[in-house]
């Protein structure tokens, strides 16, 4: 197996820097969140100042009132176009990229991830409707102005109910990219043993996958969708500090939609607290994670050694190798029979 140094380990690093010591079309798939840095977006941002940021957080929308700066988003791009150029090297022919975004920045990341080489296959839309609202009242800036009262409180009266324009946040968007296959998708998939969909794994009330996941009751509205709760206590762990903790259960899905290998690894260069290793384990597949913050190196080594190993039972493993193996023997008698090789 390659990079059998990092299979199966958290690796504390840049993950840019990480990624160039990954050998080429190594991974199946790659699944991250990666930090947006909104909360870094002033004039003050700079990209080499990214990664000696030990505490960053994942800022989903501009604090109230910041000035959003259209160059920072730009070196948003510039940077995670370096990124995603390792990543279309690591992957192997048909893997699959999935990159959490912010419906501020999608374009710019769908731009760097598409420029680098990917196509970009769809955008998932997770919805939630537990997030606080982050217009701001003008009052404030009211109060500041060099005028009397009384016409300060004509124009709180006048701007009443009218806030900046800053909406409830109740999505976020996921880039879902594929490195460009070998070939054909059928002669990938024999080759790479990636590339396809598993449109086995269904959703909501049985329905074929889609590509709106909710959480809550959104699915009693909009039935076609996959129902994934926001992670509880339990599952982000008591000692976990990290901020945006996906949902395990969304991973998994994203995984299992992708991954058909038996022994395909899922790396995840931004892995915070672990979640997509953890996904990963579960299913029974190999992960390699990577981020720079010790502190959530320590969180998401803390959550896999305290995830119940996973016990397969014989059953189970004969199905998984028998659905792999003769999937691709039918194939290749297929191929065989009219005259492919």
Known sequence: MKNKQKINKIILGDSLEILKNIENSSIDVVLTDPPYFLDKLDNNWQYDNVNNKKNQQVIKSLPSGMKFDREQGKKFYNWYFKISKEILRVLKPGGFFFSFSSPRLYHR?????????MEIRDCFLWLYTQN?????????FIDKLNINNEKKEKLKSKFQGWKTPQLKSCFEPIVMAQKPTDGTFLNNMIKNSIGLLNTEVKVGDNMFPANILTVENINEIIDKAFLIKKPSKEEKSDFNSHKTVKPLELCEHLIKLTAFYKDAVVLDPFVGSGTTALAAKKLG???????????YVDIALKRLNSMPKLKLSKMQNKKREAISFNAQVNIFDLMYSKGVF
């Open 109 to 117: 990341m769908a731009s760097a991830v598409d420029d680098a080489g």
């Open 285 to 295: 597949l190999h992960y390699i994670g990577v981020d720079i913050n010790p502190e």
């Open 132 to 140: 606080q609202a982050k217009a701001m009242s003008l009052n404030h």
